[in-house]
């Protein structure tokens, strides 16, 4: 990754929660652990790793909804938590936007898909009259969808596809330049996951839109991702390009990964069968032991090691 072309670079990333439950001791949860990673402008990185590794936490991360323990977050070069004028904060929340797992949670069920559109239009590109009409049929004509079809329905008449499409052509009316698309497409059927992950891809081709796409799902990563990050337990265990990655995984936490594939509803809780339960607990024994110390295996695959501490 050259420097000229970075969007969006993670440094030394930490986010401690502090818990006070109702019963029992508080506690520090470390959601985030020292993550460094990076993301050029019109490509994907792929965060994968299991419920509770640290992924959607990082994503909250870059949105400003929280501040960092330590480390940094810039965009373009800025620091995101220096961002002070309404102007500045404004502009990096048009910049980048979110995309969730349910697609109806971001639509509103009163307004129609017109409605949905015309509002980032009008407030973010100062679009009215014939030239907003045009622009609304744009945007969705750009995210595969029949305006004459789409334009006067409400969220609840259309699939979870169509609606997660919504999502993105609200994404595209805005002007983002990052998406953060935290588990797209785990609530679609199984048969349009491929397409509207395909559909990202040529948003990233074509628009030159970079994704932070968050996934419990290794095997769909590679439809889109130019990097691949495997997160376990707020840390970054294995990074690089996803044909190395997968290709020719390194961390032991990975290869449980992508024994669960292609099932990706095996539960790496044990929710499948004994025997990969305990094989993937015996895993992630392993990979607690992780240390500070990351190598670099082949030329862009990095693995962090276990077993000892920095
Ligand atoms: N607001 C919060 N307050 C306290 N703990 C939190 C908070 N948000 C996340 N955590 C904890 O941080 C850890 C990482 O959570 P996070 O949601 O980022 O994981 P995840 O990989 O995205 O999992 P999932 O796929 O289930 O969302 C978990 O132990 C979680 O309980």
Known sequence: MTQSNVLLRIEGATK??????????????????NITIGIEAGK???????SGSGKSTLGRAVT????????????????IAELTSRAEKLSYLRSVQMVFQDPFSALNPAHTIQH???????LHRSLHGAALVAAVREVLADVELDPEVT???YPHELSGGQRQRVNLARALAVGAELIIADEPTSMLDVSIRRSVLDLMRRMKET???AFLYITHDIATAQFIADDIAIMYAGQV???GKPERVIGNPQHPYTKLLLSAVPDPNVRLDGGGSKAFAREAEA??????????SVLETEPGHFVRQVGSVA
């Open 16 to 33: 401690s929660f502090h818990l006070k439950p109702m019963f029992g001791a508080a506690h520090e949860v470390v959601a985030l652990n």
């Open 207 to 209: 628009r030159s839109i």
């Open 116 to 122: 949905h559109l015309e509002r980032p239009l009008m």
């Open 44 to 50: 994907a990185l792929a965060v994968v790793g299991e």
């Open 151 to 153: 334009l006067h329905k």
């Open 283 to 292: 895993v992630r024994a392993i990979c607690r032991t992780a240390s500070g």
């Open 237 to 239: 265990v294995e990074w």
């Open 64 to 79: 400003r909804l929280f501040p960092l323990t330590s480390g940094t977050i810039r965009f373009k070069g800025k620091d």
